[in-house]
C-alpha cells in the first residue's frame, strides 16, 4: 500500500500563512528565515506532524535563496523543531511540540517579555478589533464567507490538544481576509507572544464552550455587515482570554 500524501500550508492554510511567509529584510535574511519559519510553527500554522511548503515554492514567498532556506531548515531541524523526509513524500515535518502548561514557565516568559501585559492586551485588542470592524463595514466575498466558517468549524471540532492552533488560525484569518499585510503581520507577531504565554495554561473545557459561543457571535456579526456588534464581540472576547491570563499569572 502507498504512503498517503502528507499535506502542506499550501492546500490548507493560505491566509493565515501569508501573515508568517512574508518577504524578509535582506540586511538579517537567515536569522529571519528562521524566525519566519518558527512562528509558523509556533503559530500553528503548520501542525506538527504536517509539511512545510516544497522549497522552491517557500524560498520563493520568503525572498531568500534556496541555500539560506536550507540554513535556516537545518538550524530549526538541529533544536528539535522539524525533520527532513527524502522520497516521493518527503519534504520538512513539524516536529515541535508545545511545552505542558506551567505557571512558572508563563512567568519566566512574561519577565522576559519587552514591555507590560497590559500593552500587550491594549495593542491585540487594537488589531483584532479594527480586523473585526472592517470586515464587517465591507462585508465578505461569498468566498471569503466560506473561508470564515470553515475556520470557524476547525476550532470548534478541534480537540483539547490542537485547540490553540485552530483558534489562532481563525484569529489570523480574520486579519488576513482585511487585505491588509502590515496588519496580518503585526497580528502574528503579537500573537506569537500572547501564544508562549496560553501555551503555558491549561486548557478548561468550559472556557472552550465560551470561546466558541463569543467565536460564533464575532463570525455573525462580520456577516450581518454589523461593525458595532463586532467591536463589541471581539473585545468581550479578548477581555475574557486577558482575565484568564491575569487570573493564571496572578
Excluded: W
Excluded at 535574511?29 to 515554492?57: Q, W, Y
Excluded at 490538544?161 to 503579537?190: K, M, N, Q
Excluded at 463570525?219 to 482570554?241: C, F
Amino acid at each position: 500500500m502507498s504512503e498517503p500524501e502528507a499535506r502542506s500550508t499550501g492546500e490548507f492554510g493560505e491566509p493565515a500563512a501569508d501573515a508568517v511567509f512574508r518577504t524578509v529584510r535582506a540586511g538579517n535574511a537567515f536569522e529571519e528565515t528562521v524566525e519566519r519559519l518558527l512562528s509558523a510553527i509556533k503559530l500553528g500554522v503548520v501542525a506538527r506532524g504536517e509539511r512545510f511548503p516544497p522549497e522552491r515554492e517557500l524560498a520563493g514567498r520568503l525572498g531568500v535563496s534556496r541555500i539560506t532556506l536550507r540554513e535556516a531548515i537545518r538550524a530549526l531541524q538541529e533544536s528539535g523543531y522539524v525533520e527532513s523526509r527524502r522520497g516521493r513524500f518527503g519534504g520538512t515535518f513539524v516536529t515541535y511540540v508545545p511545552p505542558r502548561p506551567s505557571k512558572a514557565e508563563a512567568q519566566r516568559l512574561l519577565a522576559r517579555m519587552d514591555g507590560s501585559l497590559d500593552d500587550l492586551f491594549v495593542f491585540r485588542e487594537a488589531l483584532e478589533v479594527g480586523a473585526a470592524v472592517r470586515l464587517a463595514g465591507v462585508g465578505l466575498t461569498a468566498e471569503q464567507e466560506e473561508l470564515l466558517l470553515t475556520r470557524l468549524a476547525e476550532v470548534d471540532a478541534a480537540s483539547t490538544d490542537d485547540y490553540r492552533r485552530c483558534d489562532t488560525v481563525f484569529h489570523l484569518t480574520l486579519a488576513e481576509l482585511t487585505g491588509s499585510p502590515s496588519l496580518s503581520s503585526a497580528l502574528a507577531d503579537t500573537r506569537m507572544r500572547i501564544n508562549d504565554l496560553l501555551n503555558a495554561m491549561p486548557i478548561l473545557a468550559r472556557n472552550l464552550e465560551h470561546s466558541s459561543r463569543q467565536h460564533r457571535a464575532i463570525v455573525d456579526a462580520i456577516r450581518a455587515r454589523e461593525p458595532d456588534t463586532a467591536r463589541r464581540a471581539v473585545a468581550e472576547h479578548l477581555d475574557g482570554t486577558a482575565a484568564l491570563l491575569r487570573a493564571f499569572l496572578g
